[in-house]
Structures are given as structure tokens and as C-alpha cells.
């Protein structure tokens, strides 16, 4: 059975940081290009990055782009999003999601039409 569960969401001040984790189980993730996503109350679910398996090169959101990094341990069979410098504008539900023929790039959109598989998410709140 093909899962994806994200951890290490919480509250936190801002400024603050936290790294999410994504662990799979039933696949190896290491075979599948992996997206981080989010979604805040009344708005669309956005790509926040990916992370591709045959070259590991890694996309962001522009909205991201020098706070955030996305990174792979293929031993843990896990994926990671580190999150710094955090503001109220990232509170959302982070979800994580993995794709076995896709080649993710920030340059064509981080869209979740492609991917298939899907976690249950996990709640960032950033407030002081």
C-alpha cells in the first residue's frame, strides 16, 4: 500500500523555522520526483518545491525561494522541506506528494495535477 505521511508541523513565532518531513511506505521514494504543496483556508493549493530522483535537482516557489530547502534521504525513504525564516503568510497545511514519471521544475509550475500520490498533510501556523 503506497502512503506518504508528513510530520513536524506546529506553531512557531516569526522568524521562527521547522522542517517537515515526508516518509513513505509501499513505494521507494528515491524512484519518484517529490512535491511539497500548500494550502491556506479559501485558497488554491500552491507548489511550494520539488525534488527530482534521476538528477536530484530541486525547484521553489518564488514565494520560497531562499527560505526554504527541500532535500532527500533515500536511506530513511524520506523527503524533507527545511523552513527559515518564517512568516505569517507561510501558515497553511503543508502536504507532500510523489510521482514516478514526472521531471518537476519551478520553471513550468509546481502543479498538483501531476502528481498521484498524496499525504494527509500536516498544519504550519507562523503567528506571533
Known amino acids: 500500500q503506497v502512503q506518504l505521511v508528513e510530520s513536524g508541523g506546529g506553531l512557531v513565532h516569526p522568524g521562527g523555522s521547522l522542517r517537515l518531513s515526508c516518509a513513505a511506505s509501499?513505494?521507494?521514494?528515491?524512484?519518484?520526483?517529490i512535491g511539497w504543496f500548500r494550502q491556506a483556508p479559501g485558497k488554491e493549493r500552491e507548489g511550494v518545491s520539488c525534488?527530482?530522483?534521476?538528477?536530484?535537482?530541486?525547484s521553489y516557489a518564488d514565494s520560497v525561494k531562499g527560505r526554504f530547502t527541500i532535500s532527500r534521504d533515500n536511506a530513511k525513504n524520506t523527503v524533507y522541506l527545511q523552513m527559515n525564516s518564517l512568516n505569517t503568510e507561510d501558515t497553511a497545511v503543508y502536504y507532500c506528494?510523489?510521482?514516478?514519471?514526472?521531471?518537476?521544475?519551478?520553471?513550468?509550475?509546481?502543479?498538483?495535477?501531476?502528481?498521484?500520490?498524496w499525504g494527509q498533510g500536516t498544519q504550519v501556523t507562523v503567528s506571533s
Open positions: 506528494a510523489a510521482d514516478p514519471d514526472l521531471y518537476c521544475s519551478a520553471d513550468v509550475g509546481i502543479n498538483p495535477a501531476d502528481f498521484g500520490s
Open positions: 509501499g513505494f521507494t521514494l528515491d524512484y519518484h520526483a
Open positions: 525534488i527530482n530522483s534521476s538528477d536530484g535537482s530541486t
